[in-house]
């Protein structure tokens, strides 16, 4: 299984507002409602921004939001701030009875 | 507070063995599915198995199987993967994380260097 595509960088000024995509095939990404993404930074474990597409655990800012269109999958950022930056990543299942899940490559969001 | 812990990384030659263990506190590890992803030093995630919250369900990475196990002990609230016969490509910190849907708790990561 391929990993899914996403830019390598990204980069925004504060307050402005960046969208990373996100993609894969009907195998995965369009597949199933089960597209996740993850922001990690240095030394930390992943944190989950965004699951099942477009819905925000508890505790995280409704500046991030999540949509898809066919095989993409789109992580936005809204009001940029210092905190955002890090590496972010994309998933998907890729088995409904397995719950194996592939991930993107990452990428890099540098706030300016 | 909600959280897994991983330990058992270290330095190990190839085609040897190490067992890491992921144990968790703040809810009932056996209530929910637990899987290990790796993370190579510089790279993004790998899915490397998964466990079904009794352990009668267990999946694993094509490139991993047959060499990694992975278990639990709901009893001590843990879960473990046992390494054997790694490779220079196993090289990676090793992430337990509670699912599914999404990977909603992480651990911090345990690191196995194969050298």
């Known amino acids: 299984q391929s990993a899914l595509t996403q830019p390598a960088s990204v980069s925004g000024s504060p307050g402005q507002s960046i969208t990373i995509s996100c993609t894969g095939t009907?195998?995965?990404?369009?597949?199933?409602?089960?597209v996740s993404w993850y922001q990690q930074h240095p030394g930390k474990g992943p944190k989950v921004m965004i699951y099942?597409?477009?819905h925000r655990p508890s505790g995280i800012s409704n500046r991030f939001s999540g949509s898809r269109s066919g095989n993409t999958a789109s992580l936005t950022i809204s009001g940029l701030q210092a905190e955002d930056e890090g590496d972010y990543y994309c998933?998907?299942?890729?088995?409904?009875?397995?719950?194996?899940?592939?991930f993107g490559g990452g990428t890099k969001l540098t706030v300016l | 507070e909600v959280q897994l812990v991983e330990s058992g990384g270290g330095l190990v030659q190839p085609g040897g063995s190490v067992r890491l263990s992921c144990v968790a506190s703040?809810?009932?590890?056996?209530?929910?599915?637990v899987t290990w992803v790796r993370q190579a030093p510089g790279k993004g995630l790998e899915w490397v198995a998964n466990?079904?919250?009794?352990?009668?369900?267990?999946f694993y990475l094509e490139s991993v199987k047959g060499r990694f196990s992975i278990s639990r002990d709901n009893a001590k609230e843990s879960v473990y993967l046992q390494m054997t016969s790694l490779r220079l490509e196993d090289t990676a910190v090793y992430f337990c994380?509670?699912?599914?849907?999404?990977?909603?708790?992480w651990g911090q990561g345990t690191l196995v260097t194969v050298s």
């Open positions: 703040g809810f009932t590890l056996s209530h929910y599915w």
């Open positions: 998933s998907s299942y890729i088995s409904s009875t397995t719950f194996e899940v592939v």
């Open positions: 009907s195998s995965d990404i369009g597949g199933y409602n089960y």
């Open positions: 099942d597409v477009s």
């Open positions: 466990i079904k919250e009794d352990g009668s369900e267990r």
């Open positions: 994380a509670r699912s599914p849907p999404a990977f909603d708790v």
